[in-house]
Nanobody, 120 residues
């Protein structure tokens, strides 16, 4: 069974920074990509940023220049550095593993979510 464990959420003032980390555990052979999504109250879940195993990154326009995603394939870990945070960044942030290849098959896997709150 594959699990994604997130850490690093919290409360910060506007203009501040937070760092989110996510580590996948289990009988994993490979992960095609890992990324971060977020969901604010009353809104749909949206992609924030993701990174492929080859290092290609993709960012939502709203976070470009402020957030940086990085990955460590050997440790099955992805990190999201969030700078210049705005109140509109407030949401539950979810880690996602895309095409996680395990001994029992290939799955898309979600973490449990971590709250990020940015006060004005």
């Amino acid at each position: 069974q594959v699990q994604l464990v997130e850490s690093g959420g919290g409360l910060v003032q506007a203009g501040g920074s937070l760092r989110l980390s996510c580590t996948a555990s289990g009988s994993i052979f490979s992960i095609s990509a890992m990324g971060w999504y977020r969901q604010a109250p009353g809104k749909q879940r949206e992609l924030v940023a993701d990174i492929t195993s080859g290092g290609r990154t993709n960012y939502a326009d709203s976070v470009k220049g402020r957030f940086t995603i990085s990955g460590d394939n050997a440790r099955s870990t992805v990190t999201l550095q969030m700078n210049s945070l705005k109140p509109e960044d407030t949401a539950v942030y979810y880690c996602r593993g895309r095409a996680v290849v395990t001994t029992k098959g290939t799955y898309h896997v979600w973490g449990q979510g971590t709250q990020v709150t940015v006060s004005s």
